[in-house]
């Protein structure tokens, strides 16, 4: 039996290009088949009836129907425009935020609904407590975990023991932990010892007992709970900065291999739209 050649998703918007005279191309965060690039035929006409409804940030339940290359939208039916969050720059600015790494992260064809539901759980909390940047490390630490690189914050990554309380420093490209006595493949200059230094392609760095402590509460605790988390600025400026370094090491990776498979997929033979 055919593949039937329409269908409906929850669908997040993430960006949108103009495409030929009226159309728009857009990227779209689905419910069931991931990231997905579809056109919107005449959606930049005054008149269409899917004028308006693919601003980033609009959760919409979409129709769809199978295209040659690219699907097309059919129907379109708001569920959430993340109103309140958009009614700040700082909610609006976090949201985009997470759009952004969604994007990268994302791959096509490859669903991934606790990736999905974390994104709009996240977009909640930011809309609920738009003042608090905690939201945003608990999207991070968690986006790397379903997407399956969740870094170790136990036990030493090389040599798999537990760690001693203090005894330890972390490598956001080598994996996570490492006690003192172990280095992460590719680490070559041990006569550099700057508390943050890049070397062969992996960098080791000090982080506070404090820090680690707090990553590992990210790990532990519902987002309903992180908003109210306190810590102080030397902390919460080094979660974002171990934070940040490792989500840009993986999407950099994730963004050269999602590149691949986008063109793999739009090449005028491919079976995947076909
Ligand atoms: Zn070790």
Request: hydrophobic share 40%; net charge negative.
């Amino acid at each position: 039996m055919a593949a039937p050649r329409t269908y409906r998703t929850e669908a997040l918007s993430l960006r949108k290009m103009p495409l030929g005279e009226a159309d728009l191309l857009l990227t779209l965060y689905t419910r069931d088949a991931g990231k997905l690039r579809a056109v919107a035929k005449g959606a930049r006409r005054t008149t269409s009836k899917l004028v308006g409804y693919f601003e980033p940030l609009t959760l919409n339940l979409l129709a769809l129907s199978k295209g040659r290359n690219l699907d097309i939208v059919n129907q379109a039916q708001v569920i959430d425009n993340f109103s309140d969050l958009k009614s700040s720059l700082t909610g609006l600015t976090q949201g985009l935020y997470i759009a952004e790494l969604l994007d990268g992260f994302g791959s096509e064809d490859n669903p991934n609904q606790e990736l999905y539901q974390l994104s709009l759980d996240a977009l909640g909390a930011i809309e609920q407590a738009p003042a608090s940047e905690m939201p945003l490390r608990f999207f991070e630490l968690h986006l790397l975990r379903v997407s399956g690189f969740m870094p170790e914050l136990y036990d030493c990554v090389e040599c798999r023991r537990t760690l001693e309380p203090g005894q330890h420093r972390f490598s956001p490209d080598g994996g996570g932990t490492l006690c003192l006595d172990c280095q992460p493949p590719g680490f070559q200059s041990p006569e550099f010892q700057a508390p943050e230094f890049q070397s062969a392609g992996t960098s080791v760095r000090n982080l506070s007992l404090s820090t680690l402590k707090v990553l590992r509460m990210l790990h532990r605790t519902p987002l309903a709970e992180i908003p109210d988390l306190k810590m102080g600025r030397t902390v919460a400026l080094e979660l974002k900065s171990v934070l940040g370094a490792t989500v840009r090491y993986w999407l950099d990776k994730e963004i050269r291999s999602n590149s691949f498979l986008e063109h793999l997929q739009n090449l005028p033979d491919s079976p995947v739209y076909s």
